[in-house]
């Protein structure tokens, strides 16, 4: 089976910081192509950010040079460090795996084949 596990979120203050992180077990080819996805409360599914082969990055406009999408040395783990975060940051992240390119991430409801059960993100 491939599990996502997700960890961090919290409640932040705007301006402020979280770092999100998220382990993938299961077949290795689903580490391939990782991602951040959010949802609030009434909306669609919004990518935010998303890391393939060799490292590459993608992002949403609105992710763009606040957040950062990072592989540990185990490939199968995935971090989000979120700075300068803004009340419309809140939502619930979900960590995906498994897509076809990372520029998927740019999409409203980004397609992943595996997800985590999401944590929540709140700034005031």
């Known amino acids: 089976d491939v599990q996502l596990v997700e960890s961090g979120g919290g409640s932040v203050q705007a301006g402020g910081s979280l770092r999100l992180a998220c382990e993938v077990t299961?077949?290795?080819?689903?580490?391939?192509?990782l991602g951040w996805v959010r949802q609030a409360p009434g909306q669609e599914r919004e990518g935010v950010a998303a890391?393939?082969?060799?490292?590459?990055?993608d992002y949403a406009d609105s992710a763009k040079g606040r957040f950062t999408i990072s592989r540990g040395s185990a490939k199968n783990i995935v971090s989000l460090q979120m700075n300068n975060l803004k009340p419309e940051d809140t939502g619930t992240y979900y960590c995906?795996?498994?897509?076809?390119?990372?520029?998927?991430?740019?999409?409203?409801?980004?397609?992943?084949?595996?997800w985590g059960q999401g944590t929540q993100v709140t700034v005031s």
């Open positions: 299961g077949f290795y080819y689903v580490t391939y192509c």
């Open positions: 890391i393939g082969g060799e490292d590459t990055t």
């Open positions: 995906a795996s498994d897509c076809a390119a990372t520029f998927v991430i740019r999409a409203i409801n980004p397609i992943f084949n595996y």
